[in-house]
């Protein structure tokens, strides 16, 4: 994790170009009706290294893909929950089809006390990575430990009840979203210091990948398959660029149209990303409102979040009771601080406690 927080200290701007392309689309089930809904895409650029020497970007990938074809419904209303399971007595799903480990899919819940949450349905088998469980069956998902493991241990508790509305999303892994070498120019190797390598914190936990030449692997004992690994929505990675081009990905999808909810770890490291398709400020993204945060006068006594400015220098924050203030001298006030669009929010929190917040943020623009 040390090494993570060195990383993020260091890196440089994420170059982030947004545009809205906004459309009338086809959105339901058997009952299709035609709703307006923003479609766009986010450009990012995953900065060259040297070739000797790696630079550190943090990417997100935000907007909500809708692009699949599935038997059954991909909006529809639940009739039943348990601590792990939401079901529909009409979704019509093909078993297994929501659950296989290479295209890993997700459900949202856009109404009631949970509206803004957005759970990983598990995969059937632990292949590439995949995060394993009960495969979905004609009418029921259990949701992973992705999930799960980051304080949602029951999700009647979390606020899902039956006659909310749900809607299914398909889910980018390593392999789909970061590609490989004859795809996107990752550099690949057989370790961290000869290729290119991305971080994801999993359950509070920093994880480490690469590409070795033939798939993407975990840096662990026996280089386990990552190809399926889940990059999900609300959070992001740090990408540490060996090769000495940059990357230039393009994240495609639908705005989002619900607030969010999702879990800030209580201690250490969350990697937040910037979720809606619009510049934000560090006083509207309000982490300060998030259970457990702890402001100070002083900034060495408070939680902190790093951000990069337009001209990739790196400042650290902190909130003091009353408003944002910049690490630096003075303190300058810091409230209206701008968050771009895609771009990503290290999150550092002190202490030692266990376990997780929710963080809820309101839609930020009127549909």
Not at 66 to 93: E, N, P, Q, R, Y
Request: proline share 4%.
């Amino acid at each position: 994790m040390l090494s993570l927080v060195k990383e993020i200290i260091n890196m440089k701007k994420l170059n982030v170009a947004l545009a809205i392309l906004v459309t009338a689309v086809m959105a339901g089930n058997a009952q299709t009706s035609v709703n307006s809904e923003a479609v766009g895409y986010v450009n990012v650029k995953i900065a060259a290294g040297t070739g000797t020497a790696k630079k550190v970007s943090y990417v997100s990938l935000p907007l909500l893909d809708k692009g699949f074809s599935i038997t059954g419904k991909t909006l529809g209303t639940i009739t039943g929950v348990t601590s792990t399971t939401i079901s529909d007595s009409t979704a019509g799903w093909t078993a297994g089809a929501l659950s296989s480990p290479a295209t890993p899919f997700l459900i949202g819940i856009k109404s009631g006390t949970a509206i803004g949450r957005i759970f990983h349905i598990a995969s059937s088998a632990a292949t590439g990575g995949a995060v394993s469980g009960t495969a979905n069956t004609a009418t029921t998902v259990t949701i992973s430990s992705l999930d799960t493991g980051s304080g949602i241990t029951d999700l009647a508790a979390a606020g899902v009840a039956v006659g909310d509305s749900y809607e299914i999303y398909a889910c980018d892994t390593l392999s789909t979203a970061l590609g490989s070498p004859s795809t996107t120019g990752v550099t690949s190797g057989a370790s961290v210091a000869v290729a290119d390598s991305v971080v994801l914190v999993v359950n509070g936990s920093a994880v480490t990948y690469i590409h070795n030449g033939t798939r993407w692997s975990k840096v662990a004992l026996g280089t386990p398959d990552a190809s399926n690994v889940p990059l999900l929505p609300n959070y992001g990675f740090a990408y540490s660029r060996l090769g000495n081009t940059d990357i230039n990905l393009t994240s495609t999808g639908y705005v989002p149209t619900t607030a969010r909810k999702l879990q800030i770890k209580n201690s250490g490291v969350s990697l937040l990303a910037q979720f809606f398709p619009v510049d934000s400020t560090l006083q509207s993204i309000a982490l300060q409102n998030t259970p457990g945060w702890v402001s100070n006068a002083t900034a060495a006594s408070a939680d902190k979040v790093i951000l990069v400015n337009s001209s990739g220098v790196s400042s650290t924050y902190f909130y003091n009771g009353t408003g944002w203030k910049r690490v630096a001298l003075g303190t300058p006030a810091a409230d209206t601080t701008a968050i771009p669009a895609g771009s990503m929010i290290f999150i550092n929190k002190l202490g030692t406690a266990t376990g997780y917040s929710t963080l809820s943020q309101a839609l930020p623009y009127t549909l």
